[in-house]
DNA sequence: TTTGGTGTGGTCTGGA
DNA sequence: TCCAGACCACACC
C-alpha cells in the first residue's frame, strides 16, 4: 500500500533490539497515522590516518562489553567526503544502536591509527530527518504494510519506503493548550486548577472547591483534577500540545503532584510516562506522538528581540503580539480566591484566560516554528526551544549532509580559550551631530554581513588560501579564495536568493490570507538563520568557528560604510549620522532627488549581492547630546515622519528598567519637541514633577524592572533591584538567575538599594527620587538640546517647598 | 555553554 | 564629602 502523510513529529524506540523511527503523522482526512521505519542505522564517520581498507578490516573485527552489553560494529563503508574543501576517504561506521556510537567512539579514539573523529554527537532522529530528506509539516508518500501497535493510533504503518513530496496543501492540526494554578499549602505546592482550550472550541477549568460556574468540571481531591486532566487530554486527542513555560512550571509540577497522588502522566500515544530531555534552561518535556510545543521557550530565544515588552510574561507578550489587553487580577488576588473560597469564577476566568492566551500565541507563532522546521529538517519539537546559533548549526549541518563532514563541536577548554582571545574590532559608528535636524533620508546597506559573506566569499575553508595573496580585506592581513566558492558563502547565497524569490510572490498575495502567511514565515525564517551567521561565525561555541573570517566581516563592513560616508560628504549632503550599516543624510535641496541618484551611484560600485537601500524620508530627526559634554550620544535618536509615524531609539522610553512615569513623559515630550512645541514639553514635565512631589502618581507608575543575571549572591556590586531581590529572599521568595525584579525606591535613609523594595513590601515611594533620578534625567535628556537646564524644570525660584527634593551635592543658584 | 561588538548611563565603592 | 572607576544592565545594529 501507498500513503501519502502530513509529518508532525518524530521520534524513536528500541523496538526488538532494533532502533525505529517513528514518524507522527495525518493523513488527508486528519486520521492520525503513525509510521514505522527500522531500515536506518545510526551512523558516524572516522578519518583514518592511512590504510582506510585495513582500518576498515580491524574496526569490522571490533568487539567488546559496555557494562554487560555487547557492543558490535554493524557495518563499515569506506567513503569519499569533503574534509577542508579536499575529498578524503573516510570510514562511515554504522552501529547497532544510537547509544552505542559514542562509546564505539571512545574505543577508537585510542587507535593509533585513528587521525579524527567525526559526527558522533549529532542525535539519531535528526540524522534521519536530514539523510532522508524528510520535512516536518510536509507531506510524504509512504510505501508499506499496516501493522498492529499499541499505539493509539488510528493506524500504524511498517514502511518499506519513504519519499518526501512537495504539496502545498497544509493541514489544520487540532491544538491543545493547558494551564496549571498552584498552590502552595504547608510546604507543599498543590494543583489546584488546571485549564484546557482547544482551537476547536473545546474549553474546560478542572478544580476541586466549588461547582457554579461556567465550563468548571469540579471534582473532590487534587488526584482528581490530575487524572480528569489526563482523561481530557487524551480524549481530545491533539496533535499539539501547548504551554507557556510549560517545560520550566507546568509539566515539572504535574509530573511531581502525578508522582505524589500515585497517577500516571500517560498523555501520549503510547504507554510511555511524559518524560524529561536535558535542554538548556529547562529540560523539555515529551510526550511521544503528540508535539509538546513550550511557546515561552520560542519567545524567549528568538522572538525576544523583535518585542519591547518589560518582561516575558504572557499578559505582557499577548498584550503586544496578540493586542490583548493584561487583566488586573494579581498572584494575592488568586491565593485569596482560594483561601477563603470566594470569587472561585474570577480565578477559574483567569485561569482560561491563561490557556486562551496561549493558544491564541501558539496559533500566532506555530508557523514560524514550522517554518525553521521546513528549513532545517528537524522537528518542531527541536526548533522550537533552539537558540540563534542551533538554529545557524542546524541548518549548516543539513547543508554539508553527504558532502562535507561536520566539524566537531568544540570542547569546554576549547571554548574558554576561544572567549579569551575573541574579541575582535566591530562596526562603526558616527559621532552625531546633536540638534533636531529637518528632512532627513535614511539608507542602510540590505543584510550587510551576509550580503559581505557572500560577496567575499568570507568562510573558514576559503580563509587565507594559498592561491590568491593578492586580494586583501581592507587594513588585515587576510585574504580569501577568490577561485573556489566557500561552504557559507554557498549556503547564504541560496538563502538570499530564496528570499527575494519567496518577497516577490508575497506581493502578489493578500496580507492576511494563508498562502501569504505561510511565505511570511518562510521568509522570517530565512532571514533568522541569514542574520544569525555572521554571530555564529564568532561565537565561541561554533562548529564553524572562524574569529578571523568574523573580524574581516565587519573590517568590510566600516570599509563600506566609510565609503558610503565620504561620496556622501562629496555630494553634498550633511552626515548627521551612521551606524554599522545606516546613514541619515541632510542636505539643502531636494532630498528626494538628490537621494536617489546617490543611491544609484553608489550601487555601482558595491560588488557581488551587496546592496545600499533607500530606508525613507523624516521631517525631523532629534539628535541628543552625551550626558556629559557637548558631544553627540551615539545610539539614541527619534525621528518622525510625514505621516506623523515616530521611531525612537536608545532613549529611556525604550529601556525597562526605567520607570513608566519617566518613560511615558519623556515620550511625551519627544512627540512635542518633534513637533515644534518644546514650550508645551517643558510644561508638561513641569506638571509632573508637581504630580510626583504631591504624592498624586500610582505607584503602578514607579516600578522599575531589571533582570538578576546571576545568583544573588555573587554580586560584588549590590545595585537597587538586587538589594529588593535579596530583601524579598530573606521573607521566602524564591529567586533564580534570569528573572526580572520588579522594585520601587522608597523613603527613608541610606543608599538607593537600601530603599529598593518589591512592591508587595512597598509602603510608600520616594518622591525625591523619582524627580531628580528619573523624571528629570529622561526628560532633560532630550531638552538640553534646546537650551532647557534642571532649574527650569524643577520650576526653582518661581516656587517654595521644592527645595528638600534637591539632590545633597547640588548648591542653589 | 547556548550568535557578535559598540555604546550610554545609573549606582556603588573606596581612596583622597 | 567628593569623585573616578568598577560594575552592571540594556539598548543599537
Redesign the pocket.
Known amino acids: 500500500m501507498k500513503e501519502k502523510l502530513f509529518v508532525i513529529d518524530a521520534d524513536y524506540a528500541i523496538m526488538q533490539n532494533k532502533p525505529v523511527i517513528r514518524l507522527y503523522c495525518r493523513d488527508k482526512n486528519l486520521k492520525s497515522v503513525t509510521v514505522f521505519d527500522d531500515s536506518f542505522a545510526p551512523y558516524f564517520y572516522i578519518i583514518p590516518k592511512n590504510n582506510p581498507e585495513k582500518y576498515k578490516k580491524n574496526l569490522e573485527k571490533l568487539s567488546f562489553y559496555d557494562n554487560e552489553e555487547l557492543i558490535e560494529i554493524k557495518s563499515v563503508k569506506i567513503e569519499k567526503i569533503l574534509l577542508n574543501m579536499k575529498k578524503i576517504d573516510v570510514l562511515k561506521v554504522f552501529a547497532f544502536h544510537p547509544s552505542h556510537i559514542p562509546k564505539i567512539k571512545d574505543v577508537v579514539k585510542t587507535w593509533k591509527e585513528t587521525e579524527g573523529k567525526r559526527e558522533f554527537d549529532i542525535l539519531f532522529v535528526k540524522r534521519y530527518l536530514v539523510d532522508k530528506g524528510i520535512k516536518p509539516l510536509k507531506w510524504i508518500e509512504v510505501s508499506g504494510k499496516e501493522t498492529r501497535t499499541d499505539l493509539r493510533t488510528e493506524k500504524s504503518i511498517k514502511s518499506s519506503h519513504i519519499k518526501s513530496l512537495d504539496i502545498k496543501k497544509e493541514l489544520k492540526l487540532k491544538i491543545l493548550a493547558f494551564d496549571l494554578e498552584t498552590f502552595v499549602e504547608s510546604g507543599e505546592q498543590k494543583i489546584i486548577m488546571a485549564s484546557i482550550q482547544t482551537n476547536t472550541g473545546f474549553k474546560k477549568v478542572l478544580t476541586y472547591k466549588k461547582d457554579n460556574f461556567k465550563h468548571s468540571v469540579c471534582l473532590s481531591s487534587e488526584k482528581e483534577v490530575i487524572e480528569k486532566l489526563i482523561e481530557t487530554i487524551n480524549r481530545q486527542d491533539p496533535d499539539i500540545v501547548v504551554g507557556y513555560n510549560s517545560d520550566g512550571f507546568d509539566f515539572p509540577v504535574l509530573k511531581e503532584r502525578a508522582e505524589k497522588n500515585k497517577v500516571d502522566l500517560v498523555i501520549g500515544r503510547d504507554k510511555e510516562k511524559v518524560k524529561f530531555h536535558r ?3 529547562a529540560s523539555a518535556a515529551t510526550i511521544h506522538g503528540r508535539l509538546h510545543v513550550d511557546i515561552f521557550s520560542f519567545i524567549s530565544y528568538i522572538v525576544r ?1 523583535t518585542l519591547q515588552a518589560e518582561t516575558m510574561s504572557l499578559d505582557n507578550v499577548a498584550n503586544e503580539l496578540l493586542g490583548i489587553k493584561k487583566r488586573d487580577m494579581n498572584w494575592k488576588e488568586i491565593e485569596k480566591c482560594w483561601t477563603e473560597g470566594k470569587n472561585l469564577d474570577k480565578l477559574a476566568d483567569y485561569c482560561l484566560h491563561d490557556s486562551y492566551l496561549t493558544l491564541k500565541l501558539a496559533e500566532q507563532l506555530l508557523p514560524n516554528v514550522f517554518a525553521l522546521s521546513k528549513l532545517t529538517n528537524q522537528t518542531p519539537f527541536e526548533t522550537s526551544r533552539m ?4 538554529l545557524v548549526e542546524a541548518y549548516l549541518i543539513k547543508k554539508s549532509a553527504k558532502k562535507i563532514l561536520v566539524p566537531n563541536r568544540p570542547t569546554r577548554e576549547k ?1 574558554e580559550e576561544r572567549r579569551r582571545i ?6 562603526f ?1 558616527k559621532e552625531p551631530i546633536p540638534g533636531l535636524h529637518r528632512n532627513l533620508a535614511v539608507f ?1 546597506f540590505r543584510s550587510l554581513y551576509p550580503s559581505i559573506i557572500i560577496s567575499h566569499n568570507i568562510d573558514p575553508y576559503t580563509f587565507n588560501c594559498s592561491c590568491c595573496r593578492k586580494h586583501k580585506i581592507p587594513d588585515m592581513d587576510y585574504h580569501f579564495c577568490k577561485k573556489k566558492k566557500g561552504f557559507i558563502p554557498g549556503v547564504l547565497g541560496e538563502l538570499i536568493k530564496q528570499r527575494a524569490e519567496i518577497k516577490k510572490r508575497m506581493k502578489t498575495l493578500k496580507k492576511g490570507s494563508m498562502e501569504y502567511t505561510d511565505f511570511y514565515a518562510q521568509q522570517y525564517a530565512l532571514k533568522t538563520v541569514l ?2 551567521s ?3 561565525m ?4 561554533s562548529r564553524w568557528y572562524c574569529r578571523e573570517c ?1 573580524e574581516s566581516i ?1 573590517a568590510l563592513g566600516r570599509h563600506y560604510i566609510h565609503e558610503v560616508i565620504e561620496t556622501a560628504g562629496k555630494d553634498g549632503f550633511v552626515v548627521i549620522y551612521s ?4 546613514i541619515f543624510l541632510k542636505s539643502e535641496g531636494d532630498i528626494e532627488k538628490q537621494s536617489k541618484s546617490f543611491l544609484k551611484k553608489i550601487n555601482k560600485t558595491l560588488p557581488g549581492v551587496m546592496e545600499l537601500e533607500f530606508e525613507g524620508i523624516y521631517k525631523r530627526g532629534l539628535f541628543v547630546s ?3 559634554g557637548e ?1 553627540g ?4 535618536y527619534a525621528l518622525i515622519d510625514s505621516d506623523g509615524n515616530i521611531t525612537i ?2 532613549f529611556e522610553k ?4 526605567w520607570s513608566a512615569l519617566a518613560k511615558t513623559t519623556q515620550e511625551k515630550v519627544l512627540k512635542l519637541v518633534l513637533s515644534d512645541r518644546k514650550d508645551d514639553a517643558v510644561k508638561l514635565v513641569q506638571r509632573t514633577v508637581k504630580d510626583l512631589k504631591n504624592e498624586k502618581i500610582d505607584i503602578k507608575e514607579l516600578t522599575i ?6 545568583p544573588i549572591e555573587s ?9 529588593a531581590a535579596k530583601k524579598a529572599a530573606k521573607k521566602g521568595e524564591i529567586i533564580k538567575p534570569g528573572m ?1 525584579i520588579t522594585y520601587i525606591v522608597t523613603k527613608g535613609k541610606g ?4 530603599r529598593a523594595e518589591l512592591p508587595e513590601f512597598a509602603k510608600n515611594y520616594d518622591p525625591g527620587y523619582y524627580i531628580n ?1 528619573q523624571l528629570i ?1 529622561a526628560a532633560l ?1 532630550v531638552l538640553r538640546v534646546f537650551g532647557v537646564e534642571e532649574d527650569e524644570l524643577l520650576m526653582k525660584g518661581k516656587q517654595t517647598g521644592l527645595g528638600r527634593f534637591v539632590k ?2 547640588q548648591t542653589l543658584s
Open positions: 535542554k538548556a534552561r528581540p537558540t540563534y546559533g542551533q571554548i575573541a574579541q575582535y574590532e566591530g562596526a559608528v542602510d542574520n544569525a555572521y554571530g555564529y564568532g561565537f565561541s561555541g568574523a565587519t551606524d554599522t550599516d545606516s552625551r550626558k556629559t558631544k550620544a551615539k545610539k539614541r531609539r536608545g525604550v529601556r525597562r528598567d524592572h531589571t533582570q538578576i543575571t546571576r554580586y560584588q556590586q549590590v545595585g537597587p533591584h538586587v538589594a526580572i543608599s538607593i538599594s537600601n533620578n534625567p535628556r545633597t551635592n
